[in-house]
C-alpha cells in the first residue's frame, strides 16, 4: 500500500468519535493520511532534565517535584485549583484552571514527573500550563522527543499524539516504498514508513529533522516527475516558415495607448519561443492590472495569421467572457472570429461552435476548462494561454496541451512567485516579468477601517459615486445561512440599496447566481447602468471596470494576503483615483493585523507574494490551489532548496532513462493517484 491510499477516516481510529473527527477536519485531516502528513510544528526533548531554577523564558523544566500543599485563587465559580510544588532547586506553583479534578491525583506527598514553563507572578514562580506524570508510572510523557502538533478547538497535543500512534501501529506498517532503491542508497533516505515513524516519535530532534528530509524529499521528486511526465516536452519540431506579424503589427498601430517597455519585452522573448525549434512552455508574470492579457492576444495573433487556431483558458465563466469581449473588440475588426465556449452555452447553441472548433474557422477559442475537457476537437491548435494559471492543476494544463500539435504554451499569473516555487511548481520554465503597469495610473490609496468606523467608508464611497464612480463591496459570505455574525453578500445587497446608497443601483453577484443572470449584471455594471456590485470573492480575478474606484472589504481579515491584493487590483484601472478599504471586525489576530499592515505599506505584488510566503510557508501560498498537487506537508521551500535540485536532477534521470517508468510501477502508480487526487480538488 501507498501512503496515499490510506483512504480511511480517522473516526476509525481508537478514541475518535465524531466530535474529535470534526476538529480534526477543521484543520483538513479527513484521512488516516492526512493525519500521518499532519507533521509536527516542533518537539519538547524531555530527555534533558532541567530543574525548575534553570527553566527560563518560555523553556520548560523537565524535573521531578513533590506536591506541597493545595491552594485556591478567585471565589465562588471562577475559584482555581493552586497546587504548590517543589523540586532540589526551587518550588512554584501550578495554577489549573478549570482543571480542579486535579486535586485527587496531586495529593500532598506525590512525586510527580513535571514538564512546566513558569514565570514569575505575584512573588513566585507559577505555570498555567504544564504537563506531568506520576513517578511510579511508566514514563509515557517523559524521557523521550514529544511531537508538538498544530491543533484546533477540541483537539489535544494527547489527542493527536495517540491517533497519530495508532495509525503508526496499524495501517503505515503497510507502506511500501514508490521512490527507487538504489535512489534511497545514494541520497541515503530511509524507507517512508521509518521516516514517518521518525518525524513523530523520535528518538531526537536530529532524527525527525532527517525525516522531515527524507518526506520532502519524496514529496518534491514525485511532484517534479509529474511535471515532467505530464507538462509537454521539450520536443524539437520540423523546421516551419518564421511566422508572420502584419496582423499583430496592424492592431498594435489601432490601439488607443502605446505598449509599455515591459509589454514589448515579453512579446518579443513570446514570440522568440513560438518561432523556437523546440515546443516552448513559458509563464508571463505580471501584476492585477500590468496589462498581460492584451500581450495574450497580441502574441497569438502571428499563429492564427499562419492559420492556426489559439486558445484562451480562463478559470472562471466571468473571466472567460470578458476575455471574449476585450478580443471580439480589438480583434474583430481585423476579421478575427472569436468564439466563446462556456458551461452555461446550451447544448444547442454548443453544437455549431464545436464545429467551428473543429473545422478551424474559430482562430481564437476562449472559454473555461470544463469546456476544453470534453469532446472539443481542434482543427489545428497551435498556442495555448492559461490565464490565471495557479487556478489550474497540470493535468488540466496537459489535457488542453493533447488537443494541439507542438502546441507552445503560455501560462499568465498574477500572483509572483518566488523562484524556488516557481522551479517546484512549473519545473522548468521560462519565465517573463511585466514589472511595471501602464503609465497613468494613480497609486490606490488603501486604508485600513475598523468595522465601527464603517460609515466613514461608506461617506467616501457616496462622494465617489456622486461624482459618477462606481463601487465593489466584498463579504466573505454568500448568504447568513450558517447563523455567522459575518456580514454576508445578501443581506449586504439588501441593506447598500435600502438603506445606505437610496439614490444608487445596486447589484450582487455570487457563485449561485445563475450563470446567465450574473453575466446580465454585471454586463449592467459594466455599462455604468448599476453603481454598485455587492459581491463574494468570485470578482477576485480579472474583472476589469476602468470606471470603478472604490473596493471595500468588509472582514478583510478572512482574506489572505494575495486575495486581498487581487481584489484590491480590480481598481485603480482606468485614469481616476481610486480607492481600497479593508474594513476589519475587532476580533483581529495579530496575524491578520500584520496582514493587513502589508497591504496598507505596499502595493507592490512581488513584495506581497514574498511577505506571503515569509508569513504562511510556500505549502500555504495562499491564491496557490490548495490541490492534491499544490500542497506541500513535509518540504520547506525556504529552507530546502537544496533538496530541491537534487529531486529535480533525480527525477530528471530517471525520466529520461525510463520515459513510461516501466520499471517502476509502485512510482507510475503513485503518480497516476496524484493526478486523480488533483482532478479531485481543483
Ligand atoms: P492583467 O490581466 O495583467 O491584470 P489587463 O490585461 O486586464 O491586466 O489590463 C488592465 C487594463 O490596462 C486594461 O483595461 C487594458 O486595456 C489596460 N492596458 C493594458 N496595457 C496598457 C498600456 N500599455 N497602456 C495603457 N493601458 C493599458
Ligand atoms: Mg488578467
Known sequence: MLLVELEQSVQQIKRVGPATARAFARLGIVTERDLLLHLPRDYHDRTITRSISEARDGVECNTVAEVIAHDTIGWGRKKTLKVYIKDASASAALICFGRDFLATRLKPGVRIRLAAAFSYRYGELQSSSFEFEEVDSPPALFGRVLPVYPLSEGLTQSIVRSAVAHVLD?????????????????????????ALRAVHQPETRE??????????????????????????????????PKLPDKLRERAVAALPFALTDDQKQVIVEIIADLNGPTVSARLLQGDVGSGKTLVAFLTALPVIEAGRQVA???????????????AENMLGPLGIRVCLLTGSIPARARQPLLEAVADGSAQLVIGTHAVFSDATRFNDLGFIIVDEQHRFGVSQRAALVQKG???????????????????????DMETSTIRSLPPGRQAIRTHLARMSNEHKVYQTVRRELTSGRQAYFVYPLIDPSDRSEMKNAETMYDRLQREIFPDCSVTLIHSRVP??????????FVQGRTQVL??????????????????????????????????????????????????????????????????????????VAEEDLRMRGPGDL???????????????LTRDADLLDTARQDARNLCDSDPTLASQPLLKRLVEIHDHMEARAV
Open 312 to 326: 484562451l483558458m480562463a478559470p472562471t465563466e466571468l473571466l472567460a467572457r470578458q476575455h471574449a469581449n476585450t
Open 207 to 240: 532524527e525527525a529533522e532527517q525525516a522531515r528530509r527524507t518526506l520532502a524529499y519524496e514529496e518534491l521528486f514525485l511532484q517534479q516527475m509529474r511535471l515532467l511526465l505530464r507538462s509537454p516536452t521539450r520536443a524539437s519540431r520540423s523546421r516551419r
Open 170 to 194: 496499524t495501517s503505515a506498517r503497510h507502506i511500501e516504498d514508490a521512490i527507487p532503491q538504489p535512489l534511497r542508497r545514494t541520497r541515503t533516505l530511509r524507507s517512508a514508513q521509518e
Open 405 to 427: 500539435r507542438d502546441a507552445d504554451l503560455l501560462l499568465m499569473t498574477a500572483t509572483p512567485i518566488p523562484r524556488t516555487l516557481a522551479l517546484a511548481f512549473y519545473g
Open 515 to 524: 450563470e446567465e443572470e450574473k453575466r446580465e449584471r454585471m454586463e449592467q
Open 622 to 636: 495562499i491564491g496557490v490551489r490548495q490541490s492534491g498537487f499544490f500542497r506541500l506537508h513535509a518540504a520547506d
Open 534 to 607: 455587492a459581491a463574494t470573492s468570485v470578482i477576485e480575478v480579472g474583472v476589469d471596470v476602468p470606471n470603478a474606484t472604490c473596493m471595500v472589504v468588509e472582514h478583510a481579515e478572512r482574506f489572505g494576503l494575495a486575495a486581498l491584493h487581487q481584489l484590491r487590483g480590480r481598481v485603480g484601472r482606468g485614469e481616476h483615483q481610486s480607492y481600497a478599504f479593508f474594513v476589519y471586525s475587532d476580533d483581529l489576530s495579530e496575524d491578520a493585523k500584520a496582514r493587513l499592515r502589508i497591504l496598507h505599506r505596499t502595493s507592490d505584488g512581488f513584495a
